[in-house]
């Protein structure tokens, strides 16, 4: 199988290939219902490799374990294991992370082939959890998952081109980089129209900087593609003649999915046809517990169909559709009135960078894929038609079961039903596709399919006063996945002693347990840690040792840096799942600054004047954030506090932006910026009440009173309310209190 399908098929297929081993022989085999033998345990996989170049030796068994613990169950399968499920998240993430520190090292190294691979393979982890319940909701993951995708799109801007196991997406943004340096105001030009079709289709400077561009930097791309467009495209074909719409449109699933109905882009799109979710619900396509339409062949290309039919209608203009259907009908009616034109060509520069290219490359492919030879492709290599039986499915049935029953392999069944997001049919009506010429086979067997072997789900018997959502939370599922598996509304009233089906495999969660031991679990965070050392610091910026405070978590550290969280675990080597403590340090890297003295804790300055005064004075200055500012950097330039400035300013964050204005209030001495130690007022009073002792400060923290803090530091009561001008006990969290010791 060509690898960049197994990189988009991995996470699926393996944890088949797990749960299904033999799977492979069950034509010459008599379905096992059919005796009543016990059948065999089913053997081990050996242990993968953890070699990050190959993507398809991925450790599944991480995957088989979240299958089971997705559930939310323990091994006694009736208690909610939080801790366990989230453990296993961690394992995951710190997997793709594990992965995107090898693509790092190997992109500073110039391994352009293996930086690739390794990035792919991160995006590929990444994307299968974001099929996990409420994975949204996660903080680091959303943070990774940036950083990988921010991360990548600047490796691509280093490299002349990329490895053939790139995906779609890593393609396009090359191309439009590429296409972004070399644009000339004559690209526009038309040189050429092609006749005898129904989209225009015109070669101009840039359609052809797309043909080169797959011609000599990505041919394994488009030898890909045309050799799936043989599956395909007798799908297509007959599904765009009947919505009406021109034949041409086919060639559009090359770039939009690079041919793969399980593709899930950058932005979350998913499936042959890249439909966001709410998109794609317009047109029909459903997304479940069970099953996403999107990734269905048959219903995205008509769903695809209509939706460019809609929008060639709001438009008038073939390329002012596929341009809408890019980056939506909003984008492309502002360029509209920019421009003052309706001409995609005459609109070009007032579009997104993505759409400037998208219609230029959709040419450039419909040119190439229609005479592939005349650009160089010979003999190119094409997959049979899909050809397939149906089946109408009512219940949820095993996957092995109807492998047997159609005389298949579990992987064929899931290949022919790429919309299948679970190892059985959905409990409601679905069409199932089944190998050609099975039918009959399939059905006199399945006939005599006991019931018990359908449904290997777990059931809970209802007692008094249980509602949906009270049973769903104890089985760690959703109350709509809940309701829909016994075809219930989410306000029905449940009967006592009614069963209700749990849709979890019980089959599942027995093979995990065998695949799972507590010492693999204990001893993978340490594995990963000592098989990859921490990141290659970056150039040309500041290191900063930060002590890490009670309470604070690294979200709250990268916020305050104006760095991101996953940064931090690279260049600190901290694994998912590791908590960081109190007491410890973390080196953070920022952008360089002119040398400033460094800061300590100073006092709240005196009520605010209206009116700024100008730097060199002592009073309100105002500041404008430049390009590299943090809060930090800015604090120590003026021998001032972090909190300080988010409390002069209203800040609920440490986010700053270039151009925004700061109020800061400073100390100077005659004209000169004082030394943070001397921000500390110098009137005799003070100079009695410190009598030389150095000072330090202490912030307020929930639960702190003025007696705990003076038997901290060994300091009376009394001389903490002196040396703050408090008339009272009365303390406010986040409070700066000056102590002298």
């Known amino acids: 199988m060509n690898v960049q399908k197994t990189l988009l098929f991995t996470l699926s297929l393996l944890l088949s290939a797990i749960a299904f081993d033999g799977c492979s022989s069950l034509a010459t085999q008599t379905p096992r219902f059919r005796t009543e033998t016990a059948e065999k345990p ?3 996989l050996p242990e993968k490799k953890s070699e990050i170049i190959q993507p398809v030796a991925l450790d599944t068994s991480y995957f088989v374990n979240l299958q089971r613990l997705e559930s939310g169950l323990n091994d006694d399968s009736t208690k909610i294991d939080d801790e366990q499920y989230a453990k296993e998240i961690a394992l995951l993430l710190e997997r793709a992370r594990t992965y995107y520190i090898g693509a790092l090292d190997a992109h500073t190294k110039e391994d352009s082939l293996n930086a690739s691979e390794k990035f792919e393979a991160a995006i590929t982890i990444l994307n299968e959890l974001s099929s996990m319940p409420q994975i949204e909701n996660n903080t680091e993951f959303n943070d990774i998952s940036k950083s990988v995708i921010e991360d990548y799109e600047k490796y691509i801007a280093n490299v002349d081109s990329l490895g053939q196991n790139s995906s779609v997406f890593a393609l396009r943004e090359k191309l439009n980089q590429f296409l972004s340096a070399e644009t000339a105001p004559s690209d526009g030009i038309a040189k050429e129209h092609i006749k005898g079709t129904t989209i225009p289709l015109v070669i101009n400077g840039h359609v052809e900087k797309n043909i080169y561009y797959l011609q000599k930097k990505a041919p394994h791309h488009f030898k890909f593609w045309m050799e799936q467009s043989g599956r395909y495209f007798p799908v297509f074909e007959p599904i765009l003649k009947e919505v009406g719409v021109p034949e041409e449109l086919k060639y559009l699933a090359m770039i939009e999915s690079g ?10 799109a998913v499936g042959m046809w890249q ?10 396509l459903s997304s479940t517990y069970w ?6 062949v048959e219903k995205s290309t008509r769903a695809a169909a209509r939706h460019l039919k809609d929008l060639y209608r709001t438009f008038g203009d073939w390329h002012l559709a596929l341009a809408a259907y890019n980056s939506g009908e909003g984008r492309v009616n502002r360029a509209i009135r920019r421009s003052g034109s309706r001409s995609f060509w005459g609109m070009w520069e007032h579009l997104p960078r993505e759409t400037r290219n998208y219609v230029p490359a959709f040419i450039a492919t419909v ?31 095993d996957l092995s079961v109807l492998a047997e029953c159609g005389k298949t392999t579990v992987d064929n069944l ?49 007692r008094k006063g249980e509602t949906l ?8 599922v959703s109350s709509t996945d809940l309701a829909e598996a016994n075809r219930l509304s989410l306000t029905a009233k449940l009967r006592t002693g009614k069963e209700l089906l749990v849709p979890i495999s019980q089959r599942e969660l027995q093979l995990a347990e065998k695949k799972h031991t507590q010492s693999r679990e204990k001893n993978a965070t340490q594995r990963i840690a000592k098989d990859h050392p921490i990141v290659t610091p970056p150039t040309g910026k500041e290191t900063v040792v930060h002590l890490i405070r009670s309470g604070e978590t690294l979200g709250e550290i990268a916020e305050e840096y104006n760095v991101r969280i996953s940064d931090l675990r690279n260049w600190n080597n901290i694994p998912f799942g590791k908590q960081i403590r109190a007491g410890k340090t973390l080196v953070v890297y920022i952008a360089k600054q002119p040398e400033k003295t460094t800061a300590q804790e100073t006092i709240a300055p005196p009520e605010k004047k209206s009116k700024p005064l100008s730097q060199n004075k002592t009073g309100w200055i105002k500041y404008t ?12 330039q003026y021998g001032i506090e972090v909190q300080d400035i988010k409390q002069w300013n209203a800040l609920r964050t440490s986010r700053i932006n270039v151009g925004q204005q700061l109020e800061l209030y400073i100390e100077n001495e005659n004209g000169k910026q004082k030394s943070p130690t001397s921000i500390v007022k110098t009137e005799s009073d003070d100079a009695e009440k410190t009598n030389g002792k150095k000072m330090v400060v202490h912030k307020v923290r929930r639960g702190d009173t003025l007696y705990d803090i003076a038997k901290k530091y060994g300091v009376q009561l009394v001389a903490i309310k002196e040396w703050n001008n408090l008339s009272s006990s009365k303390l406010k969290i986040g409070m700066a209190l000056r102590l002298f010791l």
């Open 291 to 296: 099953t996403d339409d999107r990734r269905d």
């Open 367 to 397: 040119l190439m894929g229609r005479n592939p030879e005349k650009y160089g492709f010979q003999n190119l290599p094409s997959l049979e038609p899909l050809q397939f039986d149906t089946v109408h499915m009512n219940e949820s049935v």
């Open 469 to 476: 959502k009270k049973i769903a939370r104890r089985y760690g």
């Open 414 to 462: 899931q290949e022919l039903n790429p919309s299948l997001l679970r190892f059985a049919t959905p409990p409601a009506p679905f069409t199932l596709r089944i190998p050609e010429g099975n039918k009959d086979f399939f059905r006199r067997n399945y006939a005599e399919v006991p019931q018990s072997a359908k449904r290997q789900w777990l059931t809970h018997t209802i």
């Open 42 to 44: 089913r053997q081990q």
């Open 275 to 284: 439909f966001i979710k709410g998109t794609g619900k317009l047109y029909g």
């Open 259 to 268: 041919m793969n109905p399980r593709a899930r882009s950058w932005a979350k």
């Open 625 to 636: 954030v430049k390009n590299g500012d943090v809060l930090l950097t800015i604090a120590q």
